[in-house]
């Protein structure tokens, strides 16, 4: 079975540029997570959508952040203008949840890396 | 939420045992203890989860006390390959996505 699949696995930008991360969870799943992980703050949870509903998006940084979920099989991950600070690796996790509930393990990509110049 | 502390770093060495203690002194009825395991350049994966005494898998073991107030994760006979950083996480079983944080999880490193 496919695992959870990220692209671009490598990106390099300059600031103020519009970037677009990509996600396609393991089929069946209906709970998607996107996370950021930095040296500085760890693995940090953005957002969380439940069948395609985004839930808890408190983690997203700012408004220049932006997620989508337009059906089972693709999320994205959308930061514009980028700055710098955006630096970061970017993992998308999927797992199956039951009334809203996570009912077992968080399945991740292999990340997106970002670099901002 | 039950918040952990484990060890920043840890060394070892090919062949032994590597036992990493959480400490979640304000565990609550309703969590149960996860562990994840972070390669270099790879997502976390789940390795072994639990609520009380022992679960064993094909992969590490993990005890839990009675007061359930810390846990052991143990990786019999490490490998270089098993150089990574290792999470625990406490929560309900039930909770949704957002209830689980990662902290800053401990460091091995496996030396030939």
């Known amino acids: 079975d496919a695992g959870v699949i990220q692209s671009p696995r490598h990106e390099v930008t300059e600031m103020g540029q519009e970037v677009t991360l990509r996600c396609k969870p393991i089929?069946?799943?209906?709970?998607l997570f996107w996370y950021r992980q930095t040296m500085m703050r760890g693995l940090e949870l953005l957002i969380y959508?439940?069948?395609?509903?985004?839930?808890?998006d408190s983690g997203m940084p700012e408004d220049r952040f932006s997620a989508k979920m337009p059906n089972a099989s693709f999320s994205t991950l959308k930061i514009q203008p980028s700055e710098p600070r955006d630096s970061a690796v970017y993992f998308c996790?999927?797992?199956?949840?039951?009334?809203?509930?996570?009912?077992?393990?968080?399945?991740f990509g292999e990340g997106s890396r970002l670099t901002v110049l | 939420l039950a918040k952990t502390t484990q060890p920043i770093s840890m060394d070892s060495y090919e062949g032994q045992e590597v036992n990493i203690t959480c400490s979640h002194n304000?565990?609550?009825?309703?969590?149960?203890i996860t562990w994840y395991q972070q390669f270099p350049s790879q997502g976390p994966r789940f390795i072994i989860q639990?609520?009380?005494t022992k679960v064993t898998n094909e992969v590490a073991s993990l005890f839990i006390p009675a007061d359930r107030k810390s846990s052991t994760l143990s990786l019999p006979r490490v490998s270089l390959s098993d150089t990574a950083v290792y999470y625990c996480?406490?929560?309900?079983?039930?909770?949704?996505?957002?209830?689980?944080?990662f902290g800053g999880g401990t460091r091995v490193l496996v030396k030939p």
């Open positions: 304000n565990i609550a009825t309703n969590d149960y």
């Open positions: 089929s069946g799943h209906n709970s």
């Open positions: 639990g609520y009380k």
């Open positions: 996480l406490v929560g309900p079983i039930k909770a949704a996505g957002n209830k689980l944080t």
């Open positions: 996790a999927s797992s199956w949840t039951t009334g809203g509930s996570l009912t077992g393990e968080l399945f």
């Open positions: 959508f439940n069948n395609n509903v985004p839930i808890d």
